[in-house]
């Protein structure tokens, strides 16, 4: 990153700061765009530049930590079994939980009390999840299947959103860990019901001891 992208990227996360803080001081709905630029220290055309809107400066403390964990994703040789490189985007996600706790238990009550941000989260993780799994299909060389890639990206998906609803339904009081490994235990023994038709099961069954 060049000297002019790093400026760049510096003054984005401190006008991202600036607002955050003042959310949490006096409301989102009651702060102005211009009362972040002042916070801020820029015009209000800067921050524009920066930021399209209000909403996309909440969903961005989220987008930072979904990059992240796209990243470690990405970072995984591809000879890694899948569902170990996909570890890692929980790992990741535990981490940036420990690292920014207070500040997410902030943005998660923003979020609560603002019905009118949550389309833009919605939006946000539906864009993740199909990343996931156009970077799952890669890995598979583009030969996989494409239903088992969407699959396995939405069910890493909701792990993530689980692991942090639970975690702030909690107000922070349960460790992430512990949240994580009952989560994914729960998962391993399939103890989740999934959908399925009255007479599934026995017609599976015979189908499998058919000849």
């Not at 002019?4 to 102005?32: H, N, P, W």
């Not at 420990?98 to 919605?122: M, V």
């Not at 017609?203 to 499998?208: F, G, I, L, N, T």
Request: aromatic residues 8%; negative net charge.
């Amino acid at each position: 990153m060049g000297l002019r992208e790093t400026k760049m990227e510096r003054t984005r996360r401190f006008i991202a700061e600036s607002a955050f803080d003042l959310f949490v001081e006096q409301g989102y709905d009651a702060t102005t765009i211009e009362q972040i630029a002042a916070a801020a220290e820029v015009g209000t055309r800067t921050l524009y530049r920066y930021y399209a809107t209000k909403e996309a400066l909440v969903v961005s403390f989220v987008e930072n930590g979904l990059d992240a964990a796209m990243a470690a994703f990405l970072a995984q040789p591809d000879e890694t079994p899948l569902s170990e490189a996909l570890y890692a985007v929980v790992d990741s996600v535990e981490q940036t939980i420990g690292a920014n706790s207070a500040r997410l238990l902030a943005l998660y009550d923003i979020f609560d009390k603002t019905t009118g941000l949550r389309a833009g989260l919605a939006d946000l993780c539906w864009s993740w999840r199909q990343r996931l799994a156009e970077e799952i299909l890669r890995r598979q060389g583009g030969t996989g299947d494409v239903l088992h890639a969407a699959l396995t990206a939405a069910s890493t998906m909701n792990v993530v959103e689980v692991v942090v609803q639970t975690w702030t339904a909690n107000a922070g009081g349960v460790e992430v860990a512990d949240i994580i490994r009952e989560t994914l235990e729960l998962l391993r023994t399939k103890a989740i019901p999934f959908p399925t038709p009255a007479g599934w099961r026995r017609r599976v069954s015979s189908a499998r001891r058919a000849p």
